[in-house]
């Protein structure tokens, strides 16, 4: 997993899944539920991947795709 490049869907797969927003919290329980076992074989980016789940969400902002807010929950547009 090139977690940069891989992220991006996945977040919005994510939000998507879970009604179209949620909290960081949520999203990050959400993602490690359902994609752990590739995270877990991305050798020392395992330790990375919900800084690497921000950037990501920053990405769908700055294509409009996506606020973050109320503070704290991500929500597509």
């Known amino acids: 997993m090139a977690l940069r490049d891989d ?3 996945i977040v919005r ?3 998507k899944a879970l009604g179209g ?3 960081i919290k949520e999203l990050a329980k959400h993602i490690y539920i359902h994609h752990e076992k590739a995270l877990k074989a991305s ?3 395992y330790y990375i991947w919900q800084y690497e789940m921000r ?3 920053q990405q769908l902002v ?3 795709e996506l606020t973050k807010k109320p503070r704290g929950t991500w929500r597509l547009l």
């Open 21 to 23: 927003s949620a909290t």
């Open 62 to 64: 700055d294509r409009g």
């Open 43 to 45: 050798g020392d980016d």
């Open 55 to 57: 950037w990501a969400a």
């Open 13 to 15: 797969d994510g939000l």
């Open 7 to 9: 992220l991006v869907p």
